[in-house]
């Protein structure tokens, strides 16, 4: 049986802020607050050290990556790197004080996929309001924050700028120190919010719509990416599966694409599994994404007809496909996730929990047969809520809070801030750095523009404050 470690309430209302736009907001567990702005860069213990962004200084603590020094801490964390604009209120317990967001859904209907300028526009429309829930259900006001966390890659730049310009804007004008957060380490943590026993190390697979990876986090900051996708990520390939069989995209395609296969056969249509004879841990989805291309030409499907206008067969003959790629798509992972175990307990034999997270783990089937096995394994599956798997801005906050209480942050930036000033944007932004054995042959090395990775850069300010 699959694991799932609900912490929130599952009854989240929907509203709407500008046509077009649905906003999830919840209010869970909202308590009186009374909290004091505690910053570690009052403490004479605290050594400067260069950090997230580039010109500026940050404090760092020292041998202190398990500190938990201030629970009160309370830090509003910004998401907008890709189509949802959201924000989140938590406190330093895991204590979910606020969650907001802004969905594009009609904007994903209507091109198929994320368009950056209209993305970016849909965000700027938001962001205030969005922010501004976030506080008001928190009942809390930007002075009883600790700081601002937001996320400043990877993703879209037009889409992060929104986020880190308002970020920023609040930080300036309360003075609250600013929290640069990296999206896929985001979505690893969270799982340290919902499952209190997840320490470090442990193994995640972080499956979305832009990246497959399979990491070993050895502690806060540090990651071995032990395989990554060589092209497209396995939500890309349930996005583009549900668009080609008109599927309604508007909760994006995966979901979609999920329930269709509960009506289908998923062994009528015969897809060969990704990269079998690649003795790694890297991913390949853009064969499969053709294999079920041609599938739906050779079965005439007409992606303009929506599935729910389809006639009985051809209503089958899609859900077969849905089914089969799914089943597919999954078995991937399955067999990549396998061999990462093995390669991740050869360097941290004491990991215990394996994590599965970003949008695509919210799939029942994908938590299902990964938790299979993670059992086989002798290891615990944690999956965050569905709610927390995709985009949200509790994994931000969240993660701010991490890298906060060990003193990773930025001072303060000035109140107000030039229309073209400079923001340290990482759209192309590695997470760890790659485990020898797994470099893939088959990857096409798209170099140019990448970040170097947050491990390398933490690790070298580590170097720096030991010299
Ligand atoms: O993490 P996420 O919300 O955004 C990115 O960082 O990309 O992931 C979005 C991806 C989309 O491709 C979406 O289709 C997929 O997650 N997804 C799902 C499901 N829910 C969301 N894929 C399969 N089954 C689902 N239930
Ligand atoms: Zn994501």
Redesign the pocket.
């Known amino acids: 049986m699959v694991r799932l470690f609900l912490t929130l309430s599952p009854a989240i209302p929907r509203f709407n802020l500008c046509p077009g736009i649905s906003i999830l907001a919840t209010k869970l567990r909202t308590k009186t607050p009374t909290f004091s702005l505690i910053s570690p860069s009052s403490s004479p213990n605290f050594q400067r050290t260069r950090f997230y962004s580039t010109g500026t200084r940050i404090y760092s603590l020292p041998n202190s990556e398990n500190s938990n020094f201030d629970d009160n801490l309370v830090v509003l964390g910004i998401e907008t790197?890709?189509d949802?604009t959201a924000a989140a209120v938590v406190r330093g317990t895991g204590e979910i004080l606020s969650q907001v967001i802004s969905s594009q859904a009609e904007l994903l209907a209507q091109y198929g996929g994320v368009a950056p300028k209209q993305a970016e526009e849909a965000h700027s429309r938001v962001i205030d309001k969005v922010v501004q829930d976030a506080l008001d259900r928190a009942s809390l006001t930007e002075k009883d924050l600790s700081a601002v966390a937001v996320t400043i890659g990877p993703g879209l730049s037009l889409c992060l700028r929104v986020g880190v310009r308002k970020a920023r804007s609040v930080a300036g004008n309360f003075s609250l120190p600013i929290v640069g957060v990296h999206?896929m380490e985001a979505?690893a943590l969270v799982a340290r919010l919902v499952e209190q026993e997840l320490s470090f190390p442990f193994m995640a697979l972080l499956i979305?719509?832009?990246?497959n990876l399979l990491v070993l986090a050895h502690k806060l900051g540090q990651y071995t990416q032990l395989g990554t996708t060589v092209d497209d990520a396995?939500?890309?390939a349930?996005?583009k599966t549900?668009k080609w069989l008109g599927l309604d995209m508007r909760r994006?395609?995966?979901?979609a694409?999920?329930e269709l296969a509960l009506e289908g056969d998923a062994k009528s249509v015969k897809f060969n599994v990704p990269m079998k004879y690649h003795k790694d841990c890297n991913f390949s989805y853009a064969g499969l994404k053709t294999q079920v291309r041609l599938a739906i030409e050779a079965k005439e499907i007409d992606a303009k007809c929506p599935v729910s206008s389809a006639t009985n067969e051809d209503r089958r003959n899609r859900a077969d496909i849905a089914a089969s790629f799914q089943r597919v798509a999954v078995l991937h992972l399955e067999e990549k996730c396998e061999r990462a175990i093995d390669w991740a307990l050869e360097l941290e034999p004491s990991i215990k929990h394996m994590v599965v997270s970003?949008?695509?783990a919210?799939?029942k089937y994908?938590r299902l047969r990964l938790n299979n096995i993670v059992e086989n394994k002798n290891l615990k599956l944690v999956c965050p809520p569905?709610s927390l798997?995709?985009?949200n801005g509790v994994m931000v906050a969240w993660t701010g809070l991490e890298h906060f209480r060990v003193g990773r942050y930025d001072p303060p930036p000035p109140a107000t801030e030039p229309d073209d000033f400079v923001y340290d944007l990482r759209p192309r932004w590695p997470l760890g750095e790659e485990y020898a054995k797994g470099r893939s042959k088959a990857r096409s090395m798209r170099t140019a523009r990448i970040h170097p990775s947050l491990t390398s850069i933490i690790r070298a300010d580590s170097l720096q404050q030991q010299t």
């Not at 994006?252 to 979901?255: A, C, D, K, V």
């Open positions: 790197s890709c949802d999206h979505h979305s719509g832009g990246h396995i939500g890309e349930f996005d549900a994006s395609g995966g979901p694409v999920e970003g949008g695509v919210s799939n994908v569905p798997c995709t985009d």
